[in-house]
Nanobody
Framework: QLQASGGGLVQAGGGLRLSCTASGRFLGRYVMAWFRQAPGKERVFVAVPPWSGGRTRYADSVLGRFSISRDNAKNTVYLQMNSLKPEDTAVYYC?????????????????WGQGTQVTVSS
């Protein structure tokens, strides 16, 4: 199970920290990433921490403003979001899989959390 939390309403320029906690089968060896879906748009990649010798990846739209981290002891991935903009408004989803062929691709992940709403007012 993937449990996402931390969403809410924030003014432009503010920040939020999202959390995604894994339990059960996901402990330890799963890659966990964040995606988001804005109203009327497709779900898109946001960020993924490094795994298997790789590097942290961010969508260009959040580079320099968002930071992803993972606490293996707590089985949790965090997404620190700063300098939020109205265009960041979306439902944010965490995703997990063992060996995603492209860790920025939605179809690489078989397991998804329920999503948490982030609304940024102007």
């Amino acid at each position: 199970q993937l449990q996402a939390s931390g969403g809410g309403l924030v003014q432009a320029g503010g920040g939020l920290r999202l959390s995604c906690t894994a339990s059960g089968r996901f402990l330890g060896r799963y890659v966990m990433a964040w995606f988001r879906q804005a109203p009327g748009k497709e779900r898109v990649f946001v960020a993924v921490p490094p795994w298997s010798g790789g590097r942290t990846r961010y969508a260009d739209s959040v580079l320099g403003r968002f930071s992803i981290s993972r606490d293996n002891a707590k089985n949790t991935v965090y997404l620190q979001m700063n300098s939020l903009k109205p265009e960041d408004t979306a439902v944010y989803y965490c995703a997990a899989d063992t060996n995603p062929p492209d860790d920025a691709l939605e179809s690489s992940y078989h397991y998804w959390g329920q999503g948490t709403q982030v609304t940024v007012s102007s």
